[in-house]
């Protein structure tokens, strides 16, 4: 877990802008800090935040508390403490980092933004998952750097039957994680953009009526 970056940020942005009733259902999913559960929470909605990481949970549950705000905290693997619910909102913000292969999964803080080869590893499962917990009229709204194909990102879920587009972006300077990996990156082809910048987006789908 790491502290909220401007992903994060971004995500919040969107997440302003989106009509929510009062009493909504709201997962986060990959919560971190909490920051954005809180945030949904603090709207009048009834929130499930979900992490891998036990540290994370611990970390929402006690930012939720601080704020005195309701937020169902689940240990576990993306989707799998909610299988069987739906929710009128899925916020993501996963790890889109592409990541050489060491031969064993990343751990600590690293799981956090390490996301496989090609930096889709969860961004795909995300893709492929999500649409089933959605109730009709539902939205996802997931932030990644557009580095990582923002199109194949819509084009899996407008496969999936929803209505998918582009809703928030900003450019933002690289991380340092990414600056740490810009000459293996652009040897395999996954950077070949000049300068040392990148383009965050929000991808908003939603599962028609």
Known sequence: MYAPQQDTDLLLGALRDEPLPHGACVLDVGTGSGALAIAAARRGTHVTAVDVSWRAVCTARL???????????????????????????????????????????????????????????????????????????????????ALRCPDRTLAHLRGAGLKASVTHRRTIPYGPVLRSREHWLRTRGLLSAPGQTEELVVVRAELPV
């Open 63 to 145: 930012n939720a508390r601080l704020a005195r705000l309701p937020v169902r905290t689940r240990h576990g693997n993306l989707f799998a403490p909610v299988r069987g619910q739906s929710f009128d909102l899925i916020l993501a913000n996963p790890p889109y980092v592409p990541t050489p292969d060491t031969g064993r999964p990343p751990h600590g803080a690293a799981r956090s933004w390490d996301a496989g080869r090609d930096g889709r590893l969860i961004l795909d499962r995300i893709c492929g998952q999500a649409p089933d917990l959605l109730r009709p009229g539902g939205a996802l709204l997931v932030v990644h750097s």
